[in-house]
C-alpha cells in the first residue's frame, strides 16, 4: 500500500518567493496532519484536518502560511511571502479514526526546505 | 501546558549492547503515548502505550508505560548499527495532536 506522498522532495528557493508543498495522504484515513521540524525546536505540529475541514491551526506561525485540503486525497501547505527562518523539514502525517481507539500517525518522507 | 521530556538526547553505544531510553511527560488529559523512530527520513511508528504496565514487544524492542510515575521506557536489547536513529517519545493531546520530546539520537558502533 503506498504511505504518504509529500512533493516536491527537496525545495531551495530564495526569499520572498512562494512557496507550495504537497501532501497525498494514506487512502481512507480521516485525519491530515502538517508538521515542522528543525534542529532547534523538534517536530511541531502546525495543523490538522479531520473530513478535510481544518480542526486545529494554533501551530501555524504566522500569516505567510496557509493550508487547504480541498478533497480527501491532497493537501498544500503554502508559505507567502518565504523567509530564510522558514528553512526546516516540512512532514505530512495521516491517520485513521476509530470509534473509541486511538490510532498512530504516519508519516511522509518530508520535504527539505531551504530559504535563501 | 503538555510537555514531553526525553533522556538523554544522544546516546553512543557498541553493537550488542542494551539500551534503555527514556521519556518523561506532564499532560492534563492522558489518552496514550507513542514511540516513533526517525532514521533519515519519516518517522515511522514503533509503540502505543495506552495502559500501565502492560509491555509492548517487538523483536528486540520493548516498552513500557508507568502512568503513576508518568514515564515510558524503550529497551532495546543486542543493537545492531541498523538501531541507529533518533527516537521520538509523543503524547496524543486532545482529540488526535501529538506532541513530541526532543527525541533521544542512538548511535549504534559496530
Known amino acids: 500500500d503506498a504511505g504518504v506522498i509529500q512533493s516536491p522532495r527537496h525545495e531551495v528557493t530564495e526569499m520572498g518567493q512562494e512557496v507550495t508543498l504537497r501532501c497525498k495522504p494514506i487512502?481512507?484515513?480521516?485525519?491530515l496532519f502538517w508538521y515542522r521540524q528543525t534542529m532547534m525546536r523538534g517536530l511541531e505540529l502546525l495543523i490538522y484536518?479531520?473530513?478535510?475541514?481544518?480542526?486545529?491551526d494554533s501551530g501555524m506561525p504566522e500569516d505567510r502560511f496557509s493550508a487547504k485540503m480541498p478533497n480527501a486525497s491532497f493537501s498544500t501547505l503554502k508559505i507567502q511571502p518565504s523567509e530564510p527562518r522558514d528553512s526546516a523539514v516540512y512532514f505530512c502525517?495521516?491517520?485513521?479514526?476509530?470509534?473509541?481507539?486511538?490510532?498512530?500517525?504516519?508519516f511522509g518522507d518530508g520535504t527539505r526546505l531551504s530559504i535563501l | 501546558e503538555d510537555k514531553v521530556v526525553q533522556s538523554p538526547l544522544s546516546l553512543v553505544v557498541h553493537e550488542g549492547d542494551t539500551v534503555t531510553l527514556n521519556c518523561s511527560y506532564e499532560?492534563?488529559?492522558?489518552?496514550?503515548l507513542l514511540w516513533y523512530k526517525q532514521e533519515k527520513k519519516a518517522p515511522t511508528f514503533l509503540f502505543m502505550l495506552?495502559?500501565?504496565?502492560i509491555e509492548k514487544k517487538s523483536g528486540r524492542l520493548s516498552s513500557i508505560l508507568d502512568k503513576k510515575e508518568l514515564f515510558s521506557i524503550l529497551n532495546i536489547t543486542a543493537t545492531q548499527t541498523g538501531d541507529s536513529a533518533v527516537y521520538l517519545c509523543?503524547?496524543?493531546?486532545?482529540?488526535?495532536?501529538?506532541?513530541f520530546g526532543q527525541g533521544t539520537r542512538l548511535t549504534i558502533n559496530p
Open positions: 502525517a495521516s491517520s485513521l479514526f476509530v470509534p473509541g481507539s486511538n490510532q498512530p500517525q504516519h
Open positions: 487512502s481512507g484515513h480521516d485525519y
Open positions: 484536518f479531520n473530513n478535510n475541514v481544518p480542526i486545529d
Open positions: 499532560v492534563t488529559n492522558f489518552r496514550s
Open positions: 495506552t495502559s500501565s504496565g
Open positions: 509523543s503524547l496524543i493531546q486532545g482529540a488526535q495532536k501529538l506532541v
